[in-house]
T-cell receptor, first 115, second 109 residues
Framework: ETGVTQTPRHLVMGMTNKKSLKCEQHLGHNAMYWYKQSAKKPLELMFVYNFKEQTENNSVPSRFSPECPNSSHLFLHLHTLQPEDSALYLC??????????????FGPGTRLTVL | GQNIDQPTEMTATEGAIVQINCTYQTSGFNGLFWYQQHAGEAPTFLSYNVLDGLEEKGRFSSFLSRSKGYSYLLLKELQMKDSASYLCAVRDSNYQLIWGAGTKLIIKP
C-alpha cells in the first residue's frame, strides 16, 4: 500500500463510451500526476496538478480531460477513445512537485482496454 | 530531445549480483531515481542520486556519474522476489521526471 488508490483497476470500453478514472491520495501531498504506461515504453507524463492547479499538459489529446477538485482527488475523464489509448494509467502524488529530491508515490493503476 | 536508455531485459541467478545500467541525455539535471515495479503493481521508490558516487541501501546500491550521464543499480544476494522491472528516471530542469522504458529482471533458481 502506497497511500494512493485508483479505481477501477480494470476498464473495458468502446470507442463511443464515456468513463472516468479516479485517484485518491491519503498522504497529504499537494502535487498529483497522471501517467500513461504502454508495454515496453517509458512512462508518459500526461498531466500535473499542484495545489489543484494544472501546471503541465504534455500535448495530451482532448479526448482525455483531467479534473482536480481538491488536493486529495484526481480524475481522468475519457471520451471517444481510440484502440491505441489502451494502456495502464497510473496516478502518482508527491509532497510539492517542486523539490528535486522528492519521490513520487504511485497508485496501482487502471488497466484500460479500448475496443 | 531527452532520452533515457536502459537494457530491455536481463537474467540473473538467485544469490548472485546484477548491475542494471542507465544512460541519460536530458535538458538539465536535478537528480536520478530508480523505481521497482512488479508485474501488475505500482512502481515503488528505490533510490535517489543527485551527487556523483555510490548510495547504498541494504542489498541495493545506486551509482551516479553526472559527467558521463550514467547511473547503475546494483542488486546483491538476489532473491526470487527481486524479479521485477527496474525504472530509471531523471528529473530535468523543469523538475519533471523523464523515464526510461524499464529493465525487466528475471531471476532464475
Amino acid at each position: 500500500e502506497t497511500g494512493v488508490t485508483q479505481t477501477p483497476r480494470h476498464l473495458v470500453m468502446g470507442m463511443t463510451n464515456k468513463k472516468s478514472l479516479k485517484c485518491e491520495q491519503h498522504l497529504g501531498h499537494n502535487a498529483m500526476y497522471w501517467y500513461k504506461q504502454s508495454a515496453k515504453k517509458p512512462l508518459e507524463l500526461m498531466f500535473v496538478y499542484n495545489f489543484k492547479e494544472q501546471t503541465e499538459n504534455n500535448s495530451v489529446p482532448s479526448r482525455f480531460s483531467p479534473e482536480c477538485p481538491n488536493s486529495s482527488h484526481l480524475f481522468l475523464h475519457l471520451h471517444t477513445l481510440q484502440p491505441e489509448d489502451s494502456a495502464l494509467y497510473l496516478c502518482a502524488s508527491s509532497p510539492s512537485g517542486t523539490s528535486g529530491g522528492e519521490e513520487q508515490f504511485f497508485g496501482p493503476g487502471t488497466r484500460l482496454t479500448v475496443l | 530531445g531527452q532520452n533515457i536508455d536502459q537494457p530491455t531485459e536481463m537474467t540473473a541467478t538467485e544469490g548472485a549480483i546484477v548491475q542494471i545500467n542507465c544512460t541519460y541525455q536530458t535538458s538539465g539535471f536535478n537528480g536520478l531515481f530508480w523505481y521497482q515495479q512488479h508485474a501488475g503493481e505500482a512502481p515503488t521508490f528505490l533510490s535517489y542520486n543527485v551527487l556523483d558516487g555510490l548510495e547504498e541501501k541494504g542489498r541495493f546500491s545506486s551509482f551516479l556519474s553526472r559527467s558521463k550521464g550514467y547511473s547503475y543499480l546494483l542488486l546483491k544476494e538476489l532473491q526470487m522476489k527481486d524479479s521485477a522491472s527496474y525504472l530509471c528516471a531523471v528529473r530535468d530542469s523543469n523538475y519533471q521526471l523523464i523515464w526510461g522504458a524499464g529493465t525487466k529482471l528475471i531471476i532464475k533458481p
